[in-house]
């Protein structure tokens, strides 16, 4: 999570990475929030194509059945 000003010259600043440790990329978010809300939760997907999900040395893009290749949704509540 980052805090931005909204000015055109401000650097985003990181203040925390998602709580997680799960294979993946976190590649899109889902659901915006309103941030100015108290509790406000956003809904990143991740893009688990070149994660080994199974332990099997395999990445997920090359896997043979397509049920198998997954991406991961997660609700984060934002904090300020």
């Not at 440790?21 to 939760?41: I, M």
């Amino acid at each position: 999570m980052c805090s931005w000003d909204g000015s055109a010259a401000g650097v985003p600043v990181r203040l925390l990475g998602p709580p997680t440790s799960a294979p993946g990329a976190w590649e899109a978010v889902v659901d915006v929030p309103d941030l100015t809300a108290a509790g406000a939760r956003a809904q990143p997907m991740t893009d688990d194509g070149a994660a080994d999900l199974y332990g099997d040395g395999k990445e997920a893009e090359d896997l043979s059945h397509p049920a198998w290749q997954k991406s991961r949704g997660a609700w984060f509540t934002l904090g300020g």
